[in-house]
């Protein structure tokens, strides 16, 4: 049985549902790795596997739905109404089946893991994804020596754009590094996510010192390979809220709003600041004005938006290729751009007007609950104000970490971060991380006075 308050039902074991959490974490935080090892069909076959698997654990859990973000349902019900004026009716009905089945995966998971598990299953699928992407370019780099096409492609003497291969051989040469995810700017969000993961694991004591440290060093020398200025910036953002998030700890709920406050004008100024000199920030990350070609995009995508601003042209996700329409919106450098490179704008240009305000509402109210989670005292069965465990501050970084990210990629609307935001949206709508009981779920957990007394004995 499940030992996961409050949704778990039924006889699907914990070790069965972290397992399930695990491999679809790994396998869709690997990016196209996938498809570029089996071929797109046989990478279709595998996901359909773990599609069905979750939907088995849900079927056999028996969670009550009435815990899902209703925000999610809504905008996931306003995609398919979009089918009766999609300009690719089929694509908006297939895309939408994937959709459902992904929040279907992650509802599974929500239901079944309490959110130590969860972050462990996180931090374990994207270490492995971190150690694989540099043995993996290390073995490109020392045995094969140039660069590698995904399995399916035949290029032959065709000079082709750099972004067609799987890897460019370049971790000894000072290049950005792809790993697993074929794309150096998700290696970085992986690196991002696993460094965060790690450290709450750390805090926790749920994993040792030594063995932290390295995946942390790891996790920073990804960082460094892949030189991914969105996630700089990301990380930049996440650090400033873990310590927005930690000031505010410090006062009892009845004596914030002055904090709250000083947080809004300390927003507002650095944001003024950050417009004023985006010239001079996006030449310091090494970026042209319009952020390496995002510029180019944004408008042509805002060409449709302007056609269709309120129903959109009909959901679709990720972009498919055999569209004319979308495949040669925005070509640059002979590479085909298939996403609007900002979530938003895609929702906007997909769903209209109507489709944005859905999709806000369900990014706000998880990002709202989520700081719930990291800034809320909790209480124990006696109504004694529970302390804060640093486990409460998982799903706000990794939050404001896709969220970041939003904004210069459109993952968040497909494959592994549709995947992770739903779980952290759901689990969030569920249950707070201050209010969850303790678990046997939960796993090994060192005291910290245990810890304390460890870490002493080896200074």
């Keep these: ?114 959110w130590r598990r969860i972050l462990d299953a996180t931090s374990l699928a994207f270490r492995w994804v971190l150690g694989l992407s540099l043995l993996f370019e290390a073995v490109v780099a020392v045995v094969v020596r140039h660069p590698i096409a995904p399995i399916w492609t035949d290029y032959g003497d065709r000079d082709v754009p750099d972004a067609f291969y799987s890897s460019r051989a370049e971790l000894l040469t000072g290049g950005r590094i792809q790993g697993l995810p074929g794309n150096a700017n998700l290696l970085a969000m992986v690196a991002l996510v696993a460094a965060i993961a790690v450290a709450v694991q750390l805090a926790e004591g749920r994993m040792r010192r030594n063995r932290a440290i390295g995946w942390l060093v790891v996790a920073v020398l990804v960082l460094a390979l892949t030189r991914s200025s969105t996630v700089i910036v990301a990380a930049v953002v996440v650090v400033a809220v873990l310590a927005a998030a930690l000031w505010m700890r410090r006062v009892p709920d009845g004596r914030r709003a002055p904090r709250y406050a000083g947080l809004v ?52 996700g990720y972009w498919w290729p055999d569209i004319p329409l979308l495949a040669q919106l925005a070509p640059r450098n002979g590479v085909t751009y298939l996403q609007a490179h900002d979530a938003a704008l895609d929702v906007w240009m997909q769903t209209g007007l109507v489709g944005l305000v859905l999709f806000a509402a369900y990014v706000l109210t998880t990002l709202s609950r989520s700081w719930s989670s990291a800034t809320r005292a909790g209480f124990g069965p006696d109504l004694a104000p529970r302390p804060f465990d640093p486990v409460t501050l998982f799903p706000l970084l990794v939050v404001v970490a896709l969220l970041v990210q939003s904004v210069a990629e459109s993952r968040l609307l497909y494959q592994g971060n549709w995947v992770l935001f739903a779980l952290l949206a759901i689990k969030a709508r569920t249950v707070l991380v201050t209010e969850e009981p303790v678990s046997v779920g939960d796993g090994v957990r060192t005291p910290s006075a245990r810890r304390e007394f460890r870490w002493a004995a080896r200074r």
């Design 1 to 114: 049985m499940t030992n996961t308050w409050p949704l778990a039902r039924g006889s699907v074991s914990e070790r069965e549902a972290f397992a399930l959490a695990t491999t679809v974490l790994l396998t869709l935080s690997a990016g196209d790795a996938v498809p570029n090892t089996i071929t797109w069909y046989g990478a279709a076959l595998v996901w359909a596997a773990e599609g069905a698997w979750g939907v088995s654990v849900v079927v056999r859990a028996r969670p009550p739905f009435v815990r899902v973000p209703p925000a999610l349902w809504l905008f996931l019900a306003w995609c398919l109404v979009t089918v009766l004026w999609s300009h690719w009716r089929w694509a908006t009905l297939a895309s939408l089946v994937a959709q459902v089945v992904c929040a279907l995966v992650a509802f599974a998971i929500a239901s079944t893991l309490t």
């Design 265 to 316: 004008g300390v927003a507002v100024v650095v944001g003024g600041a950050v417009l004023l000199a985006r010239g001079p920030l996006t030449e310091l990350l090494g970026r042209s004005s319009d952020l390496t070609g995002r510029g180019t995009i944004w408008q042509a995508v805002w060409g449709l938006v302007e056609q269709h601003p309120v129903v959109g042209w009909g959901w679709i």
